[in-house]
Each structure stands twice: as structure tokens, then as C-alpha cells.
């Protein structure tokens, strides 16, 4: 059984840790990067197949929740 992995990133300087923790005076991002083969490892294109971003959706998403809050 694949289990999703869950790491923390800073979106300032990309540090990871695998728990909480702080950087740049900030809580790091929390981010869930899916199991091995989810198209949450793949990046985001458009219906062309052209690259609309070279992040993967995972950080994406993070980003987006973390503007929300």
C-alpha cells in the first residue's frame, strides 16, 4: 500500500523538512506529494500538452491553500 508522502517547504528558499518547522521567520508550507505515479507529480499543462507550469500540483496547491488561510 502506497502511503502519501507529506513534507514542509519553504517558499522562499524550497528547504524541505519532513515535520513542522520554521524558516525565514515563517511556518514552512505543508505539502502532500501523493503516492508514485499521481498526477499530483506531474506538472500542470494546458490542453495543448504545453507546460503551464514546471512546478508539480502538489506545491501548487500548497501555495494556494496557504493564500487562503
Known sequence: MNQEQVIYIC???FRVCETESECHQH?????E?????????????DPFGRL???AP???LEA???ERQT
Open 11 to 13: 517558499p522562499k528558499c
Open 27 to 31: 511556518l514552512m508550507v505543508i505539502c
Open 33 to 45: 506529494t501523493g503516492h508514485p505515479g499521481d498526477d499530483k507529480r506531474k506538472p500542470i499543462t
Open 52 to 54: 503551464v507550469s514546471r
Open 57 to 59: 500540483r502538489w506545491y
Open 63 to 65: 501555495l494556494s491553500r
